[in-house]
């Protein structure tokens, strides 16, 4: 032996439950992985176009006009766009239903836009507990690979 070691040679001459261990570690790294990508492309397209709305927003524009060019992008409107859109569309709504009780009208776009924020959060949560679950499985894997390694170790001796 000339005293390197061949990683490759290592694995496949490990026994099957190293190889399963090895192969669990190695799916859970890349979906992690592919998760993480994903995610970073999910919030920096959501603060792009966060930035954006906010600035349309407080630009003075109409909020009729900003609705309706909202409304009419293709696709479903997202992030604060989404959330305004909800909110504005249920003001409308409740403006021609009874004009009267302001307080009502308010109260019901309020609650439009919350439901319509919660739903954004959880589309930017999914898939996150994925990982919390992957972060806290890997370890006790790895250790029960490197035990399982060690115990045979110890009977080749």
Request: no cysteine; hydrophobic share 50%.
């Amino acid at each position: 032996m000339n005293g390197s070691i061949n990683i490759l040679d290592l694995v496949v001459h490990a026994s099957l439950p190293v190889k399963l261990v090895l192969l669990i570690l190695v799916v859970f790294s890349f979906t992690s992985w592919v998760i993480i990508f994903r995610k970073k492309a999910m919030l920096d397209a959501a603060t792009r176009d966060a930035d954006d709305f906010e600035e349309r927003f407080w630009s003075g524009v109409d909020l009729a006009a900003l609705f309706r060019e909202v409304s009419n992008r293709a696709g479903e409107a997202g992030g604060l766009a989404g959330v305004f859109e909800s909110g504005f569309r249920e003001f409308v709504r409740q403006r021609q239903r009874s004009s009267e009780d302001r307080r009502a009208v308010l109260e019901a776009s309020e609650r439009a836009m919350r439901v319509a924020g919660t739903r954004e959060v959880e589309k930017m949560e999914r898939n996150l507990e994925y990982l919390a679950n992957v972060g806290s499985i890997s370890t006790y894997v790895g250790l029960f690979g490197t035990v399982w390694g060690i115990m045979i170790a110890f009977q080749g001796l």
